[in-house]
């Protein structure tokens, strides 16, 4: 079971980087054919970035210490419900709550690491 949860966690992330491998290989994406085009995909990209960034951005001037809970609860909270998950394994619970705790975990893992492996990949 816990095989089956480490493969299910790395399936978006080797899906991402076959996709790129497959790109790469094969020429396909936006590739820029003057340094004009080049220049307005990164305005685009930058545009994209500070867009995401205005989104997590309080409104005003919070405390120190809103401003620390709000950065740590998504790590705080993935990792109470990933350790809860293991916790299931070792619990007397049925065999569905293990496989959904475990499926929540995979979604968490995801959410918190995926991103930044593609992304490491990518440089």
């Known amino acids: 079971m816990i095989l089956e949860t480490i493969v299910a966690a790395l399936v978006p992330v080797a899906a991402e980087g076959i996709k790129g491998a497959a790109s790469k290989w094969f020429g396909t994406g936006l590739k820029p054919t003057t340094i004009d085009e080049q220049i307005k995909l990164d305005d685009a990209e930058?545009?994209?970035?500070?867009?995401?960034?205005?989104?997590?951005?309080?409104?005003?001037?919070?405390s120190q210490l809103v401003i620390d809970i709000r950065a740590g609860s998504r790590y705080v909270v993935g990792g109470i419900i990933i350790f809860g998950a293991i916790g299931t394994l070792f619990a007397p619970v049925s065999i569905d709550v293990q496989r959904m705790a475990l499926e929540a975990a995979n979604i968490v893992f995801g959410f918190l690491y995926g991103g930044r492996i593609v992304a490491a990949w990518k440089k």
């Not at 994209?48 to 409104?59: T, Y």
């Open 46 to 62: 930058i545009r994209k970035l500070e867009a995401i960034a205005k989104l997590d951005n309080p409104g005003g001037t919070p």
